[in-house]
């Protein structure tokens, strides 16, 4: 079993081709022809019951496709404090005709990341916005970074609001920003980053809602990104409620453990309200639902065929 390092990995992975690759995987998904077995979550507590970290495993078979992958991405919430990465992992890819284990891709969480903020970059991509429109970011760690810099340079946005329960941290994340080439600024409330986005970005671990159906102006697009266990969920289900367009990446995983589910046992929208990310992006045009005004939400919980889709591209550059 080859074990490929995360040199190797970043080197043959550009943002580019890990939106497409992701793209390919929702599509497949939605037309059938992906397996992917239900996700298996542990969540890490301390001597008190307090939450502080989780472990993913999913995985995915792929009709056609030569590997079966399996990820695991773990990390807790006190690693910084530690001076500890908050997360790692890796992805075991499996010959699909053999079973046999064929490379270990010793990734550290960063293709979990990466396939992450592709998704967020395509969901965010539903709805057509100007090209001078803001991005809101809700959240300050590595895939608020992600989210901001792949969905900008998807919609060729020139401007990022950004907003963390640490002002020094939102800060800190606007200056990365800036040195990259966005206009980007921290604000001091969500209603603030809210006003001021066409699109808005939540990535935060919360368990109690973070955004409010008050802070939002008239018209947003919002991709859920954060709510990716049972327990957490950072949309204020009267979001749900209002919007017209609720897309899921996975009806049941994101009923399970994403802010739809925690909207439907709130009684705020039915639990059928929901429609097919893969199925939208295998569309030849934009859904006519998104050239609307009002709100409009995309849940992502994560799914493991964006794991197997972007692996899949490490081997095909690896292998030539």
């Known amino acids: 079993m080859r074990i490929v390092s995360l040199a190797e990995i970043q080197a043959a992975v550009t943002p580019d081709a890990a939106v497409e690759a992701v793209r390919a995987g929702f599509v497949a998904h939605a037309r059938g ?19 502080h970290g989780e472990c993913h495993v999913k995985s995915a078979a792929w009709s056609g496709r030569p590997y079966v992958s399996i990820k695991v991405a773990s990390g807790s919430y006190r690693n910084a404090a530690r001076g500890l990465p908050g997360a790692g992992g890796m992805i075991v890819m499996l010959a699909a005709d053999t079973g046999l284990p064929a490379a270990l891709l010793h990734d550290d969480c960063w293709l979990t990341n990466v396939r992450t903020a592709a998704a967020g970059a395509l969901a965010a991509g539903l709805k057509p916005v100007s090209r001078g429109a803001t991005l809101g970011v ?5 895939q608020a970074r992600m989210q901001a ?30 040195a990259g080439g966005l206009a980007a600024a921290a604000m001091g409330t969500v209603r603030e980053v809210c006003q001021a986005s066409a699109v808005l970005v939540t990535t935060t671990p919360a ?14 697009h919002i991709v859920a990104v954060g709510a990716d266990t049972p327990g957490k969920t950072e949309l204020d289900p009267r979001i749900l409620g209002r919007a017209h ?28 309200s929901d429609c097919s990310f893969g199925e939208l992006l295998a569309l030849d045009s934009p859904d006519a639902r998104f050239t ?3 709100i409009s939400v995309v849940d992502l919980t994560g799914m493991g065929v964006q794991d197997l889709a972007i692996a899949g591209l490490v081997m095909d550059v690896l292998e030539g």
């Open 33 to 51: 022809l992906v397996d992917c077995p239900a996700p298996m979550q542990i969540v890490f507590r301390d001597e008190k019951r307090e939450q």
């Open 138 to 142: 809700i959240g300050t760690g590595t």
């Open 149 to 178: 810099e792949m969905i900008a340079a998807h919609l060729g946005l020139p401007s990022v609001a950004v907003w963390g329960r640490s002002a020094q941290k939102a800060q800190s994340l606007a200056a990365d920003l800036g």
């Open 207 to 220: 368990t109690s809602p973070v955004v409010r159906l008050d802070d939002l102006p008239g018209t947003i």
């Open 245 to 272: 367009t609720i897309v899921t990446d996975d009806h049941r995983e994101c009923l399970h453990h994403g802010d739809f589910g925690v909207a439907v046992r709130a009684g705020a929208v039915a639990g059928d």
């Open 292 to 294: 609307e005004d009002g």
